[in-house]
Nanobody, 114 residues
């Protein structure tokens, strides 16, 4: 059974930075594509960033150049470095593991506000 636990969310001012972490249990982490989705209030959940088992990344257009996804297979952890944060980045951020099916964590709140 896969479990994903996110951390690192919080309140930050516009222009600030946050680093999200997601620790995964189980033995399939290194074989899996990992991603971060977010859901703003009243909006549908959307892909923010994704990294394959081979290290290929892709990003939503709205975060390109500001966010960086990375992974540490030795620690079964995926990260999302978020810089130059904007109020429209506010939402609940969910870690996702894709291996045959998709698994999500419980989410961590990110609020960008002055």
């Amino acid at each position: 059974q896969v479990q994903l636990v996110e951390s690192g969310g919080g309140l930050v001012q516009p222009g600030g930075s946050l680093r999200l972490s997601c620790a995964a249990s189980g033995s399939i982490f290194s074989l899996s594509t990992m991603g971060w989705d977010r859901q703003a209030p009243g909006e549908q959940r959307e892909l923010v960033a994704r990294i394959t088992s081979g290290g290929t990344t892709n990003y939503a257009d709205s975060v390109k150049g500001r966010f960086t996804i990375s992974r540490d297979n030795a620690k079964n952890t995926v990260y999302l470095q978020m810089n130059s944060l904007k109020p429209e980045d506010t939402g609940v951020y969910y870690c996702k593991l894709i291996y045959g099916r998709q698994y999500w964590g419980q989410g961590t709140q990110v609020t960008v506000s002055s």
